[in-house]
């Protein structure tokens, strides 16, 4: 019978020695998980640069896109110069009428667009003419360049026959900037990126 309650107190004893033991394991994995540093990588952002944030994606269609050039290329018009610019589901194009000896000449630009990797839009002219007098694209874009008020972040680059328009560059007042994400006329899908400068 002594035999017996000694058998059984070491039972308990060894049972308790084995739920201490799991106790302190299980406290000293809690302890370790609470002071190690998280390993998980801060998510990357698509940011242009260390200054500025990605606010999102615009989209338009050829409508609104029009609206808009025709607004923003209001301040741009001259008594020997009026033009729009407006996009077709096959091309984009400069439409003017340019005076020349008391004569009103029309003037066509025919662009097709490209998006470049900087996010700016490269206008690659097509066609160029005067009524239905086809002209030579490279002349007619160095005149244009030497001759006319554009915005500053319209680049004409006669050697390319192209003009280069560097959405990014646009300044306004809350730093609020676009790059051309896709331009695809026939689907009537434009799509920008919009950032904010810090």
Do not use: C, H
Not at 55 to 63: A, I, K, S, V
Not at 81 to 103: H, K, M, P, R
Not at 169 to 175: M, P, Q, S, V
């Amino acid at each position: 019978m002594k035999q017996e309650k000694i058998g059984k107190s070491k039972l308990w004893k060894w049972a308790f020695f084995l739920l201490l033991a799991l106790n302190l394991a299980f406290v000293a994995f809690i302890a370790s998980r609470l002071l190690e540093k998280s390993d998980r990588q801060m998510p990357q952002t698509n940011q242009t640069s260390q200054q500025d944030v990605t606010l999102g994606l615009f989209q338009t269609n050829r409508q609104q896109l029009n609206q808009a050039l025709a607004s923003y290329l209001e301040d741009y018009q001259s008594k020997q110069l009026s033009y729009q610019v407006y996009a077709t589901a096959n091309a984009i194009v400069f439409e003017g009428t340019y005076q020349l000896l008391g004569y009103d000449l029309p003037l066509y630009l025919y662009f097709q667009p490209y998006r470049l990797a900087s996010g700016a839009l490269e206008l690659k002219v097509t066609s160029v003419s005067v009524g239905t007098l086809a002209l030579p694209i490279k002349e007619v874009l160095k005149y244009i360049q030497s001759s006319y008020k554009l915005p500053q972040v319209v680049t004409i680059l006669p050697k390319e026959e192209a003009i280069r328009i560097m959405l990014q560059d646009l300044k306004n007042e809350a730093g609020i900037y676009v790059k051309a994400s896709k331009v695809d006329l026939l689907e009537d899908e434009i799509i920008f990126e919009v950032f904010k400068k810090k």
